[in-house]
């Protein structure tokens, strides 16, 4: 096994992209008037109308053991050229609900199953000033009797994906770490322990 | 003035683009094979290596007179089709620092004026599956010795957006009464909220 690296970079016509496609719109402003906006889109997106699903996985000791800890995925990817640390997430497929999509990606990617669905959020947009892209994120809760332990994986040929284990309240220190060995976080799961960090600043604000 | 909307949406070639290019790279995997991936790229990306900023206004009052309080945007997105809520942010110029852009964007889109950066957040990807955007998160303050007040907005023309402020403990209270008015939020915002609650849901499953 060696680094995952990219090699070259080509420009790419819309007649010749499987994967994502170029599209212009255009709109009328609220005074009426015409304007041009250009984006891009995924055409595999399903008729549920929903792109993918990121998994927030609650990680819970029946008997107080652990911390609540959630679980994150490192892996390359070729647009940025790094490894990206994220949530596990994945691509609806047709006929797929958002939580079928979920269990079935957190099983995959990390091989946690998860007990129950405790929170599926509204649709959300990913970048809506450059793509179409939409997303749901799906909480699910994964209780341990007693310890807890790391599964193994069951991840499909060419997928190359390291799971680990983060106490919710460290995401923020291990976020660091990260970034010093030449990772990048994903946006949605930065701004996710940012919230939970400005919780605990506020509540240390309070008289 | 009246509502925006999407008239049309068509087919756009790579050569026709200004605002997003389509790029196909080939990278090494971990076995060494060779392999090609599709993304949307922005060709405005100025020297300093990043897209754009979102811009985290931490409103506050020094006499302790309202809750620590953000603001959220909202705004028609061309391409999702609906209003959408979001950080404030922007692009970020040729020459320009995050720190510079998010001081200038915060000014222009709600009339708040940063007495000081907080905190740069390191570089973040926006969808690194599908495309190479990234972003760093900006916190400001905004500080008021008494009362709460909302300026004017600097809007370009041709902008059209509504600035709101928010208790930052209520975001995710708020973001349901949108999405029954049919507005989509932000993934972004939305993880960060749903970090804000999950800090609270911890710390009342303490015991």
Known sequence: MSESKVLSVEDLHTSDAKWVKLKKT???????????????????RA?????????LAILRSESGAFAPSTIIIEQ???PVDRYVVELPAGLIGEGES???TAIRELEEE????????IRTS???????????????LVTVDV????????????????EYITARIVEISKLSAVFKEYE????????????????????????????
Chains 1, 2 share one sequence.
């Open 47 to 55: 008729s549920g109308g929903v792109d993918a699903v990121a998994i």
């Open 76 to 78: 390359f990817r070729p």
């Open 143 to 158: 209780p341990f009797p007693e310890r807890l332990e790391m599964p193994a994986q069951k991840l499909e040929p060419g």
């Open 122 to 136: 509204p649709l959300l947009v990913c970048d809506p000033g450059m793509t179409n892209a939409n997303m749901k």
């Open 110 to 117: 990390t091989g946690f199953k998860a007990s129950n669905i």
């Open 26 to 44: 255009t709109w009328r402003d609220p005074d009426g008037k015409q304007r041009p906006w250009e984006f891009a889109t995924r055409p595999t």
């Open 180 to 207: 010093k060995k030449g990772f990048v976080i994903d946006a949605r799961l930065s701004h996710f322990a940012s919230g939970f960090e400005m919780a605990e600043t506020l509540r240390q604000m309070q008289p």
């Open 98 to 100: 958002a939580e079928e």
